[in-house]
């Protein structure tokens, strides 16, 4: 099992930034893959970033392309996301996520979710 806890959200206004983090417990030697995924009320879960938990490279959902960005801490067990730019459309719920083979909305682990707020 891995346990993920979010920390990092709150409010801010359009244009600013926020950074997410990501803490990792239990079997992250299992892992392959960690990121974020994002959810709006009403509406299906979304991706946003993802990054290979053992080789550099990351992947972008299209609409944080250029302003957020992925990165990790192995030696910590921590995945951060640093949002820049901020839109009022990123207003959302962030959740960690973590995958032994592929990230999805079915994938194996999830955080419990921290609050983003941006206001116009």
């Known amino acids: 099992q891995v346990q993920l806890v979010e920390s990092g959200g709150g409010l801010v206004q359009a244009g600013g930034s926020l950074r997410l983090s990501c803490a990792a417990s239990?079997?992250?030697?299992?892992?392959?893959?960690m990121g974020w995924f994002r959810q709006t009320p009403g509406k299906e879960r979304e991706f946003v970033a993802a990054?290979?938990?053992?080789?550099?490279?990351?992947y972008y959902a299209d609409s944080v392309k250029g302003r957020f960005t992925i990165s990790r801490d192995n030696g910590k067990n921590m995945v951060y996301l640093q949002m820049n730019s901020l839109k009022p459309e990123d207003t959302a719920v962030y959740y960690c996520?973590?995958?032994?083979?592929?990230?999805?909305?079915?994938?194996?682990?999830w955080g419990q979710g921290t609050q983003v707020t941006v206001s116009s």
């Open positions: 239990g079997r992250t030697s299992s892992m392959y893959v």
């Open positions: 996520a973590a995958d032994r083979t592929a990230l999805t909305t079915d994938s194996d682990y």
């Open positions: 990054m290979s938990w053992r080789i550099d490279r990351q």
